[in-house]
């Protein structure tokens, strides 16, 4: 099949999409879904989280899986059969995306591909009148981000992502309790994504797996000819900044989500600065000369001011302790106490002497709310809707940009602390940096040879979502885009 132009795509598309936005029901092209017929649902990206959309959406009596989309033939044809064996009926295999997304027969897509993939996938689906389910981070960076929310509205569509802590009564219940005034006033949020990942192995010249279409892989990010710098083909491009945005885009949106609903924060930080490294796998491997394939930090601290409130990020891909009982989650510290998200589907709340003063427990169906706001035509009932996720997925963005314009800048732990003293922050900006230092040295960093990089503080208007007098930052809000994979403009979307 001859794969349509985006310009084919968008003709044949944009008037059945233009025709659901301004219906209050479910249409599929052209006619009323009857209110006890299956959505049809294409599910893009059949790997590891694809695999957890299609169990959930195979366990849902009102939906049906359709499509599978994946550029790795061999992926997508075993999860064909997976399907069929429990759904009863087999679904289209296809690796172009825009091959399902001209179906009109598609209610909804379940995004589940590469970062890089996420918000263009989103952003067709909705222009092809499709609702959404798409995986954190909601975007790769803020442009794309900014124009799936102007998607969403132009086209009427339900948007959600996949940040599921939002449906889980222990967050909801316990973001309630700080809201209430349970532990005070609540102005400092810690994030936390202390996840150990080994190194992803050397940098080298790897082969393209035969199976995978690697200019549909691709897509938006550039075009390696077809060229391979990582060992492992799926899931390690998180660690490569071409493709992914490191653990604190990979992880941490759920926590970043997490400390700003705790914080009440509907809008973007005013500053940012970022301290950090890839470090940590020389000493593992036992060789001075090891190089990484990864290029993303495995630490990384940012420090994001609003103001009157703060939010801190710590990443750490190397062994380290919990702190309050948590490695992936948010301490919130108020003035009669503090709450810890310990798991997603636990939280504690103690005292300013540290007794336990409530619990919050319980996991939800995050699958199952945004059927609830497709099948009602409600977007308002979404618990994770894509301004959450866009807001979200920004900090990790703007936490990055500064990490990558001060990768080259190596500083002595002292002249950190110089630094972080005329940072303004409601943290105690030495004690986070003794800890992160501690946790390298434990690992065996010699941070002498192998400093830390210290990003500049940049400032960030919030409204018009531009650095303040940094072109360099300002580039950084986007990508160099491919012509058949151009994200369009939050104005022309």
Same mark, same amino acid.
């Not at 064909?80 to 172009?96: A, H, L, M, N, T």
């Not at 660690?239 to 705790?262: E, K, M, T, V």
């Not at 959450?388 to 500083?411: F, R, T």
């Given at each position: 099949?001859?794969?349509?132009?985006?310009?084919?795509?968008?003709?044949?598309?944009?008037?059945?999409?233009?025709?659901?936005?301004?219906?209050?029901?479910?249409?599929?092209?052209?006619?009323?879904?009857?209110?006890?017929? /299956?959505?049809?649902?294409?599910?893009?990206?059949?790997?590891?989280?694809?695999?957890?959309?299609?169990?959930?959406?195979?366990?849902?009596?009102?939906? =049906?899986?359709?499509?599978?989309?994946?550029?790795?033939?061999?992926?997508?044809?075993?999860?064909?059969?997976?399907?069929?064996?429990?759904?009863?009926?087999?679904?289209?295999?296809?690796?172009?995306?825009?091959?399902?997304?001209?179906? /009109?027969?598609?209610?909804?897509?379940?995004?589940?591909?590469?970062?890089?993939?996420?918000?263009?996938?989103?952003?067709?689906?909705?222009?092809?009148?499709?609702?959404?389910?798409?995986?954190?981070?909601?975007?790769?960076?803020?442009?794309?981000?900014?124009?799936?929310?102007?998607?969403?509205?132009?086209?009427?569509?339900?948007?959600? =992502?996949?940040?599921?802590?939002?449906?889980?009564?222990?967050?909801?219940?316990?973001?309630?309790?700080?809201?209430?005034?349970?532990?005070?006033? $609540?102005?400092?949020?810690?994030?936390?994504?202390?996840?150990?990942?080994?190194?992803?192995?050397?940098?080298?010249?790897?082969?393209?797996?035969?199976? $995978?279409?690697?200019?549909?892989?691709?897509?938006?990010?550039?075009?390696?000819?077809?060229?391979?710098?990582?060992?492992?083909?799926?899931?390690?491009?998180?660690?490569?900044?071409?493709?992914?945005?490191?653990?604190?885009?990979?992880?941490?949106?759920?926590?970043?989500?997490?400390?700003?609903?705790?914080?009440?924060?509907?809008?973007?930080?005013?500053?940012?600065?970022?301290?950090?490294?890839?470090?940590?796998?020389?000493?593992?491997?036992?060789?001075?000369?090891?190089?990484?394939?990864?290029?993303?930090?495995?630490?990384?601290?940012?420090?994001?001011?609003?103001?009157?409130?703060?939010?801190?990020?710590?990443?750490?891909?190397?062994?380290?302790?919990?702190?309050?009982?948590?490695?992936?989650?948010?301490?919130?510290?108020?003035?009669?106490?503090? +709450?810890?998200?310990?798991?997603?589907?636990?939280?504690?709340?103690?005292?300013?002497?540290?007794?336990?003063?409530?619990?919050?427990?319980?996991?939800?169906?995050?699958?199952?709310?945004?059927?609830?706001?497709?099948?009602?035509?409600?977007?308002?009932?979404?618990?994770?809707?894509?301004?959450?996720?866009?807001?979200?997925?920004?900090?990790?963005?703007?936490?990055?940009?500064?990490?990558?314009?001060?990768?080259?800048?190596?500083?002595? =732990?002292?002249?950190?602390?110089?630094?972080? /003293?005329? $940072?303004?922050?409601?943290?105690?900006?030495?004690?986070?940096?003794?800890?992160?230092?501690?946790?390298?040295?434990?690992?065996?960093?010699?941070?002498? /040879?192998?400093? +830390?990089? +210290?990003?500049?503080?940049?400032?960030?208007?919030?409204?018009?979502?531009?650095? =303040?007098?940094?072109?360099?930052?300002?580039?950084?809000?986007?990508?160099?885009?491919?012509?058949?994979?151009?994200?369009?403009?939050?104005?022309?979307?």
């Amino acid at each position: 099949m001859k794969k349509p132009t985006r310009r084919e795509f968008l003709r044949t598309t944009l008037f059945s999409g233009t025709a659901m936005a301004v219906s209050p029901m479910l249409l599929r092209g052209g006619e009323t879904v009857a209110a006890n017929e /299956k959505l049809a649902a294409a599910i893009i990206g059949a790997g590891g989280r694809g695999n957890d959309h299609i169990q959930a959406f195979l366990a849902d009596p009102r939906a =049906v899986i359709t499509y599978i989309v994946d550029p790795d033939e061999a992926i997508g044809n075993a999860r064909c059969d997976q399907i069929e064996k429990k759904q009863g009926s087999r679904p289209k295999f296809v690796r172009d995306m825009r091959e399902a997304l001209a179906d /009109k027969s598609v209610d909804f897509t379940a995004g589940a591909t590469p970062n890089h993939w996420h918000a263009l996938s989103a952003i067709w689906a909705m222009q092809a009148g499709k609702d959404v389910y798409v995986e954190k981070p909601a975007s790769s960076n803020i442009f794309e981000g900014r124009t799936m929310v102007a998607a969403a509205k132009k086209y009427g569509r339900i948007c959600q =992502v996949g940040t599921q802590c939002r449906s889980n009564p222990a967050q909801r219940d316990a973001v309630e309790f700080i809201h209430q005034g349970g532990i005070g006033e $609540v102005n400092f949020a810690r994030g936390l994504c202390y996840k150990r990942r080994k190194s992803i192995g050397a940098l080298g010249d790897y082969p393209i797996p035969e199976s $995978v279409d690697f200019n549909l892989w691709s897509g938006p990010a550039v075009y390696t000819t077809p060229r391979l710098t990582r060992q492992r083909f799926h899931y390690d491009w998180h660690w490569q900044r071409l493709y992914g945005n490191g653990d604190s885009g990979n992880q941490g949106p759920h926590q970043f989500d997490i400390a700003r609903w705790g914080l009440g924060l509907m809008r973007h930080p005013n500053k940012v600065i970022t301290y950090g490294g890839r470090l940590g796998y020389q000493a593992e491997r036992k060789d001075p000369s090891y190089i990484d394939a990864g290029d993303t930090a495995n630490t990384e601290v940012s420090i994001f001011d609003y103001g009157d409130k703060t939010l801190v990020f710590e990443t750490r891909g190397l062994e380290t302790p919990d702190l309050d009982k948590a490695k992936i989650g948010v301490i919130f510290y108020g003035t009669e106490g503090k +709450l810890v998200q310990e798991s997603y589907g636990y939280s504690v709340a103690y005292d300013k002497s540290g007794k336990m003063i409530k619990e919050f427990k319980g996991s939800g169906n995050h699958y199952s709310n945004f059927l609830d706001a497709v099948l009602k035509r409600d977007a308002s009932i979404l618990h994770a809707p894509v301004l959450d996720g866009h807001l979200s997925a920004a900090l990790a963005h703007l936490g990055n940009i500064s990490y990558y314009l001060g990768e080259s800048n190596k500083v002595s =732990v002292s002249d950190l602390e110089n630094v972080l /003293k005329n $940072v303004e922050s409601r943290d105690d900006n030495a004690e986070t940096l003794a800890r992160t230092v501690e946790h390298l040295q434990a690992n065996g960093v010699d941070l002498d /040879k192998t400093p +830390l990089s +210290l990003g500049p503080q940049l400032t960030f208007d919030s409204d018009a979502e531009k650095f =303040v007098d940094c072109d360099a930052a300002n580039a950084l809000l986007t990508r160099q885009w491919r012509e058949e994979f151009t994200c369009p403009s939050p104005e022309n979307v």
